[in-house]
């Protein structure tokens, strides 16, 4: 038996419901992926424990189109390639996010910003062609992540995106994404989803692209949550909130903190000690129960669910908020053996 084999079997792993075995009739469970998941235990588990897939940052703008007339595709064919493969799903992420839009997209040979046309052609051009390359082998994507701000009362982030196009950009680029592929599913994604306010401006922005009839079909709520939050009150109202608006929602996301949320980064502090008590599994577990109970409550209207990092091994909040202070968010341990908040999520 290979030694990854062996290695589930040893903790009766396999005498076990496994997450797409337990969910196979409410929605696709995932996980976001680098191509180094792609070998060796980690791929082992992902096969065996997931139906779906999402590039953790290989289809971000500034990975996949470094320049204007360069893409770099080799990592995102690598998860793409994995997925067909081996029968798994595949969510694309993400078509249009200011975090990792590269410099060149908003300026032109003299280092100025473009105008209105130029952007917008060269966001046309960079969804049809990634969207032209892998047509068929993705079923949902991202379009638009985190256009929304925090704080503020306007509903539009301003980046460089609405800064130089307008508010519309939003709507041309569903409306691009959807002409290259009629079938996909076209989601906007947000983190912070169950903050009354943000959920607020979430809907406003939502609701002007129905009334002008673009092609979206999901809400993303990222699910970047904590063992302190959300409420299953809080949870409930985001998922009606867009349900009752004829979307499709999704859990793009998922990772529980053992830590209280923070969205900003910040210095570590002498008191940032990473640390995994008793307590905090234990929270962490009754969490878990009851975002699954929640998430099998709405079957078909929750139509996914992915978490953000395959085990404990490695997440991205080993770094965020705090550089250096680990975190266990995930299902699986830093040796990719099931975690007790498993128990609660697969068996119901
Ligand atoms: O690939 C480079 C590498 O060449 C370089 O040596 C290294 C050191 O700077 O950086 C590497 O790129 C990093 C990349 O992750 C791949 O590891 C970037 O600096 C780093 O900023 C990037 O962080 C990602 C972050 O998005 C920003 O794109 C995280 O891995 C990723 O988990 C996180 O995911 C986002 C979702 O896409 C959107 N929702 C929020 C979520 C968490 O921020």
Same mark, same amino acid.
Not at 143 to 151: G, I
Not at 214 to 237: D, F, N, R, T
Not at 240 to 259: C, I, N, P, R
Not at 266 to 284: C, F, G, H, N, P
């Given at each position: 038996?290979?030694?990854?084999?062996?290695? !589930?079997?040893?903790?009766?792993?396999?005498?076990?419901?496994?997450?797409?075995?337990?969910?196979?009739?409410?929605?696709?469970?995932?996980? #976001?992926?680098?191509?180094?998941?792609? &070998?060796?235990?980690?791929?082992?588990? @992902?096969?065996?424990?997931?139906?779906?897939?999402?590039?953790?940052? %290989?289809?971000?703008?500034?990975? @996949?189109?470094?320049?204007?007339?360069?893409?770099?595709?080799?990592?995102?064919?690598?998860?793409?390639?994995?997925?067909?493969?081996?029968? @798994?799903?595949?969510? +694309?992420?993400?078509?249009?996010?200011?975090?990792?839009?590269?410099?060149?997209?908003?300026?032109?040979?003299?280092?100025?910003?473009?105008?209105?046309?130029?952007?917008? #052609?060269?966001?046309?051009?960079?969804?049809?062609?990634?969207?032209?390359?892998?047509? +068929?082998?993705?079923? #949902?994507?991202?379009?638009?992540?985190?256009?929304?701000?925090?704080?503020?009362?306007?509903?539009?982030?301003?980046?460089?995106?609405?800064?130089? @196009? +307008?508010?519309?950009?939003?709507?041309?680029?569903?409306?691009?994404?959807?002409?290259?592929?009629?079938? %996909?599913?076209? !989601?906007?994604?947000?983190?912070?989803?169950?903050?009354?306010?943000?959920?607020?401006?979430?809907?406003?922005?939502?609701?002007?692209?129905?009334?002008?009839?673009?092609?979206?079909?999901?809400?993303?709520?990222?699910?970047?949550?904590?063992?302190?939050?959300?409420?299953?009150?809080?949870?409930?109202?985001?998922?009606?909130?867009?349900?009752?608006?004829?979307? #499709?929602?999704?859990?793009?996301?998922?990772?529980?903190?053992?830590? %209280?949320?923070?969205?900003?980064?910040?210095?570590?502090?002498?008191?940032?000690?990473?640390?995994?008590?008793?307590?905090?599994?234990?929270?962490?577990?009754?969490?878990?129960?009851?975002?699954?109970?929640?998430?099998?409550?709405?079957?078909?209207?929750?139509? +996914?669910?992915?978490?953000?990092?395959? &085990?404990?091994? &490695?997440?991205?909040?080993?770094?965020?908020?705090?550089?250096?202070?680990?975190?266990?968010?995930?299902?699986?341990?830093? &040796?990719?053996?099931?975690?007790?908040?498993?128990?609660?999520?697969?068996?119901?």
């Amino acid at each position: 038996m290979a030694a990854s084999a062996t290695l !589930f079997a040893s903790n009766d792993l396999l005498a076990q419901k496994t997450l797409r075995e337990a969910y196979k009739d409410y929605f696709p469970v995932g996980v #976001a992926v680098a191509p180094r998941n792609l &070998s060796g235990p980690e791929a082992e588990l @992902i096969k065996q424990q997931f139906n779906s897939i999402t590039p953790e940052n %290989a289809m971000k703008m500034g990975p @996949i189109h470094p320049e204007e007339n360069r893409y770099n595709w080799q990592d995102a064919d690598a998860i793409v390639d994995f997925g067909v493969t081996n029968g @798994i799903k595949v969510r +694309g992420h993400t078509l249009c996010w200011h975090s990792q839009a590269p410099r060149w997209f908003f300026t032109d040979s003299e280092g100025k910003d473009v105008n209105r046309e130029v952007l917008l #052609a060269r966001l046309k051009q960079h969804i049809t062609d990634v969207m032209t390359r892998y047509k +068929g082998k993705i079923y #949902a994507w991202d379009v638009v992540n985190e256009a929304v701000p925090d704080t503020g009362k306007g509903i539009y982030r301003e980046s460089k995106f609405y800064k130089i @196009i +307008g508010e519309d950009y939003i709507q041309k680029a569903f409306e691009y994404a959807h002409a290259i592929d009629p079938e %996909a599913k076209l !989601f906007y994604n947000d983190y912070n989803t169950e903050s009354t306010a943000k959920r607020a401006k979430i809907y406003q922005l939502v609701k002007k692209l129905k009334d002008k009839n673009v092609p979206i079909h999901g809400v993303g709520l990222q699910g970047h949550w904590s063992i302190y939050e959300p409420s299953q009150a809080e949870l409930e109202k985001s998922i009606k909130t867009f349900a009752d608006m004829g979307l #499709a929602v999704q859990v793009t996301e998922l990772d529980v903190s053992v830590y %209280a949320k923070e969205h900003e980064r910040r210095a570590k502090k002498e008191t940032d000690k990473s640390v995994y008590t008793d307590e905090m599994m234990e929270k962490q577990s009754a969490h878990y129960k009851m975002l699954f109970d929640t998430f099998r409550k709405y079957k078909g209207t929750v139509t +996914g669910v992915t978490f953000w990092n395959v &085990s404990d091994r &490695s997440s991205w909040l080993d770094n965020f908020p705090v550089p250096g202070r680990k975190d266990y968010p995930l299902l699986f341990d830093e &040796s990719y053996k099931p975690k007790r908040a498993f128990e609660g999520v697969v068996n119901f």
